[in-house]
Nanobody, 126 residues
Framework: QVQLAESGGGLVQAGGSLRLSCAAS????????MGWLRQPPGKERDFVAA????????LYADSVKGRFTISEDNAKNTVDLQMNSLKPEDTAVYYC???????????????????WGQGTQVTVSS
């Protein structure tokens, strides 16, 4: 069992930056692959970025590659998403998610997540 809580969302102008943080409790990060997904209004949740249970491999959606960076800080027990060069189409509710690694210690995942945070709103204005 793991509990997740996102923070850092807000309103930013196009071209600006935001850093989202996901605080985890209940289990150590080594037992879970972590990810960020987003959901625009009226749309399904889409994959954004993921990091393996080992914390050594990452995966990004093509739409954010080169602009977003996922990382984890074991000392702070957080998984962060640095978002640069933000565009209006990045506007969405962003969710942190966790998936028990189940033996795939070095694999980041696009889906199959078991635990979810409440989400944090990111709005990018033009």
């Amino acid at each position: 069992q793991v509990q997740l809580a996102e923070s850092g969302g807000g309103l930013v102008q196009a071209g600006g930056s935001l850093r989202l943080s996901c605080a985890a409790s209940g289990r150590t990060f080594s037992a879970y692959a972590m990810g960020w997904l987003r959901q625009p209004p009226g749309k399904e949740r889409d994959f954004v970025a993921a990091i393996s249970s080992s914390g050594t491999y990452t995966l990004y959606a093509d739409s954010v590659k080169g602009r977003f960076t996922i990382s984890e800080d074991n000392a702070k027990n957080t998984v962060d998403l640095q978002m640069n060069s933000l565009k209006p189409e990045d506007t969405a509710v962003y969710y942190c998610a966790a998936r028990y690694y189940g033996g795939d210690y070095y694999t980041p995942f696009k889906g199959g997540y078991d635990y979810w945070g409440q989400g944090t709103q990111v709005t990018v204005s033009s």
